[in-house]
């Protein structure tokens, strides 16, 4: 069954280094793993995207270890703004070369002064 | 460069009648995919489009959801009757390759 999961919430100060991972067993194995940032009343914010190893661009890093089962959301130094729900992306391969894109349930980032 | 836009921000209909929601993709982007979040719950796909061809459209609930590409442009998503359990946020999303770039979403309540 293809599931995605998250912790639910996390809480954090400004300044602080953030690490959210999102567990996906039995991902594609030629797709991306996606994460997404949204505020209420909004649509999904697209934050960085990777396929295996390490990415980092000006907002983020995310952390894919070989086995692909998981990846992690790193955000350095966050500040008050960065409050919101993040959510991770994935695609699974099922039968007869379909696959299904799946979000994570989210997880709700509060960042305190 | 404009982003996705759809159309309307919000809906409000009752049981039984038809809403039409809207989307609007980023210029040049093939891919176009609906994704909706019922209350509660996660956010779901729907279908996704290649130009006006239906791709995979494993998400749709029932057959009260109708989903169009004509031309490979814009598209809709047709709820026909809608019922209670319809009420949620609609996402549309589009992209070139990998990376989906989403609107705002349609928030549609049937009373």
């Known amino acids: 069954l293809a599931k995605t999961t998250q912790p639910i919430s996390m809480d954090s100060y400004e300044g602080q280094e953030v690490n959210i991972t999102c567990s996906h067993n039995n991902i594609a194995t030629n797709d991306y793993i996606t994460w997404y940032q949204q505020f209420p009343s909004q649509g999904p914010r697209f934050i960085i995207q990777?396929?295996?190893t390490k990415v980092t661009n000006e907002v983020a890093s995310l952390f894919i270890p070989a086995d692909r089962k998981s990846s992690t959301l790193s955000l350095p130094r966050v500040s008050l703004s960065d409050t919101a729900v993040y959510y991770c992306?994935?695609?699974?391969?099922?039968?007869?070369?379909?696959?299904?894109?799946?979000f994570g349930s989210g997880t709700r980032l509060l960042v305190r002064p | 460069e404009a982003g996705v836009t759809q159309f309307p921000s919000h809906s409000v209909i009752e049981k039984g009648q038809t809403v039409t929601l809207r989307c609007d993709p980023i210029s040049g982007h093939d891919n176009l995919y609906w994704y909706r979040r019922v209350m509660g719950k996660e956010i779901k796909f729907l279908l996704h489009?290649?130009?006006?061809?239906?791709?995979?459209e494993s998400g749709m609930p029932n057959n009260r959801f109708l989903a169009e590409r004509t031309g490979g442009t814009y598209s809709t998503l047709k709820v026909q009757p809608a019922e209670l359990e319809d009420s949620g946020v609609y996402f549309c999303?589009?992209?070139?390759?990998?990376?989906?770039?989403f609107g705002p979403g349609t928030r549609l309540t049937v009373l």
């Open positions: 992306l994935v695609a699974f391969r099922g039968p007869a070369s379909s696959y299904k894109l799946i």
């Open positions: 489009f290649v130009k006006e061809s239906k791709q995979d």
């Open positions: 999303a589009s992209s070139i390759l990998d990376t989906q770039y």
């Open positions: 990777g396929y295996k």
